[in-house]
């Protein structure tokens, strides 16, 4: 009997990308059959996935995607109450919304997988391309998506919206940026320093990419508040410091 | 991947409070569903699930119909954890819930949320964060959603975290409500019937939402009637619409077993024209003409993110109990689908049954259930 939580798994980090509100409006229109992004999230999505430089290659290794957004389309859940009158396309108001959006976009006929798990989306996320990852799925693309909180739910929390894409694996490849152990039970790594995507449920994602994508080494804590039972946290290392 | 025994499971819907009511109203042909006048004059029929209790006070930060359904079969469920609990340690029983929202009714007059807290307390996530706390659970816990596959999406999951090391036991399943947004959304895609959904029938006109919970209990190693021998999944983007056989396919592979190993295909037929002849076009490739198949969206409705799961038990069940359950509504049969439902209880000689969960967005799970000697 282990009284513990699961000890966490690792990984080698491919390819890393982000999008911020900095960047721009999300540039989608260059991916694929499906010119009309419809949600917000689908567009950061897709965003970020286009930008990764290693797609050429997944259009070759089919991996699983896992597309993580703890509230999702909020925006047309908003709308569709604000609006008892309006059809809405089930993609606008369900949580899977940008995962079926962004297979639209990509052509995906691998699996998509659309996870949320509140203030845990980033940590159960990594579990969910883990479980894959050691039963046979070669690599795995963890697409993070948030939009900001739509000003209709009239909520005092303000984050900005963000999209990190990460491309994981489960064996290392030549140019692989980092090794991504976790998530891990063992708290103790600090916070997601304050900023704008402070409170966002994705925000430990971006410091994820941003160590990957530096070469640092850093403990990230992921948990975006109180989330649950269990404090999750990631390192990231250097390649070279990681292989054993 | 290693079969995984189903030591518990439990379900509420229209048809029911438990599984074992839901089984023999199915068994019966009992239709669940119940017409609801919409206020633009229009007629659809909904499988309403008797209204379950209020949480418990110490739970009332994550009150909403969909946590109440939740609980109520969560009560059935809760022995059986305890022993998992005790059995492999609270952080190796996980949790993985589908769920196909919004449940938004906190959006609509209550309070707003001023806490990241509250925000997820209330919304889609919510009654996964309440089936945590309720079940003394602490390994990984989270949501997938896919539409009406949900509930099976959710249990593939489960299955890969125990094939994967990541956990020794989980609870899986789905929950889902009817809500005007959902109604609205499938409205849009015009796929409601003003009449009872009739799937793989001849007269089948659209579907007919439902709502309900239902939830399994995979452990690596106990004892156990059934297991769950294998799951895979594919997604679809083309008109082809390929993915129900992939996904059919890829589980006989994993599983080992030849397709006349498989005794009936309990399907999410959800009585469309268009997506009955996808599925069944998809079984009839797989397995061949005349396979037996049983769909309880006639009975209980399209339970979106609770349907994959609770086509999961009925597969089961059907196991154990040694008959497949009838179609409601599939009388007369549309010949021209090449499969067999039943219109009333018929007799299983077999070990294995195959569960098909298509969502209407594209994604499909196929999951085999057996047997155990």
Redesign the interface.
């Known amino acids: 009997?282990?009284?513990?939580?699961?000890l966490g798994?690792t990984f080698y980090v491919r390819a890393a990308t982000t999008w911020t509100a900095d960047d721009g409006a999300p540039q989608s229109d260059n991916l694929g059959r499906t010119r009309v992004a419809t949600t917000r999230v689908g567009r950061m999505a897709a965003h970020v996935v286009a930008a990764l430089p290693t797609l050429a290659e997944l259009h070759r290794t089919r991996p699983c995607w896992v597309v993580a957004s703890?509230?999702?389309p909020l925006d047309g859940?908003?709308v569709?109450?604000r609006s008892?009158d309006?059809?809405?396309?089930?993609?606008t108001?369900?949580?899977?919304g940008p995962?079926?959006e962004l297979?639209?976009h990509l052509?995906?006929?691998?699996?998509?997988?659309?996870?949320?798990?509140?203030?845990?989306?980033v940590a159960?996320?990594l579990?969910?391309a883990?479980?894959?990852l050691?039963?046979g799925a070669e690599d795995v693309v963890v697409v993070f998506a948030e939009a900001e909180?739509p000003r209709g739910?009239?909520?005092?929390?303000i984050y900005e919206p963000l999209a990190v894409a990460l491309h994981l694996a489960a064996d290392p490849g030549r140019q692989d940026l980092a090794l991504l152990a976790g998530p891990d039970?063992q708290g103790g790594a600090p916070a997601v320093p304050a900023g704008p995507h402070a409170?966002s449920?994705v925000a430990s994602a971006l410091a994820i990419a941003q160590a990957a994508l530096r070469g640092e080494a850093a403990t990230i804590a992921l948990d975006?508040?109180?989330?649950?039972?269990?404090s999750w946290c990631a390192a990231v290392k250097p390649v070279a410091l990681g292989v054993a | 991947?290693v079969a995984t025994p189903i030591t518990a499971y439990a379900a509420c819907n229209a048809l029911g409070d438990n599984a074992d009511d839901i089984l023999d109203a199915l068994a019966a042909g009992r239709c669940g569903l119940a017409p609801v006048d919409e206020t633009d004059g229009s007629t659809r029929h909904w499988g309403r699930a008797n209204d379950p209790p209020v949480l418990p006070d110490a739970y009332a930060e994550y009150d909403s119909r969909a946590a109440r359904l939740l609980g109520r079969v969560l009560g059935d469920l809760a022995e059986p954890v305890a022993v998992a609990r005790q059995?492999?340690?609270?952080?190796?029983v996980a949790l993985v819930l589908g769920?196909?929202?919004?449940d938004?009714g906190w959006?609509?007059g209550r309070d707003?949320?001023?806490?990241?807290?509250q925000?997820?307390?209330r919304?889609?996530?919510g009654p996964?964060?309440f089936a945590?706390?309720v079940l003394g659970i602490?390994?990984?816990?989270?949501?997938?959603?896919?539409?009406g596959a949900?509930g099976a999406?959710a249990i593939a999951?489960g299955h890969?975290?125990i094939?994967?090391?990541?956990?020794?036991a989980v609870v899986a399943g789905g929950v889902g409500v009817l809500s005007?947004?959902?109604d609205?959304?499938?409205?849009?895609?015009r796929l409601l019937s003003a009449a009872p959904a009739r799937p793989l029938s001849a007269a089948r006109a659209g579907t007919s939402l439902g709502e309900g919970a239902a939830v399994v209990l995979l452990e690596r190693q106990a004892e156990a009637f059934v297991e769950l021998v294998g799951a895979a999944?594919?997604?679809?983007?083309?008109a082809e619409n390929t993915?129900p056989l992939q996904a059919m396919q890829s589980v006989l592979r994993k599983s080992g077993l030849e397709p006349a190993a498989v005794g009936f295909v309990q399907m999410l037929a959800p009585g469309t024209v268009t997506h009955d002849f996808t599925l069944t076009t998809a079984v009839r490739k797989c397995f061949g003409e005349a396979m037996p198949v049983s769909s309880l969206v006639g009975a209980a409705g399209w339970v979106v993110g609770a349907a994959g799961a609770t086509e999961l038990i009925v597969a089961a069940a059907a196991l154990s109990r040694g008959s497949i359950p009838p179609t409601v509504g599939c009388d007369p049969v549309d010949g021209t689908l090449g499969v067999l439902p039943a219109t009333s209880r018929r007799e299983l000689e077999y070990d294995h049954a195959m569960v098909q969960a298509t969502?209407?967005?594209?994604?499909s799970i196929a999951l085999v259930v057996g047997a155990r000697s």
């Open positions: 009997m282990n009284d513990g939580a699961a798994p703890a509230h999702g859940v908003v569709a109450l008892p309006t059809l809405l396309r089930s993609e108001v369900a949580p899977d995962a079926t297979a639209a052509s995906v006929r691998q699996t998509v997988v659309s996870v949320a798990a509140g203030a845990q989306t159960m996320a579990v969910e883990a479980a894959w050691a039963t909180l739910l009239q909520c005092p929390l039970p409170g449920p975006a508040g109180e989330g649950g039972p269990t | 991947m059995r492999w340690g609270s952080g190796r769920v196909h929202g919004p938004a959006l609509r707003v949320p001023t806490s990241a807290e925000l997820f307390a919304g889609p996530q996964m964060l945590q706390r602490s390994g990984h816990a989270y949501c997938v959603s896919a539409e949900a999406a999951s890969r975290l094939a994967a090391g990541l956990a020794d005007s947004v959902v609205r959304a499938y409205t849009a895609r999944e594919a997604q679809e983007t083309n993915a969502s209407l967005g594209g994604r």
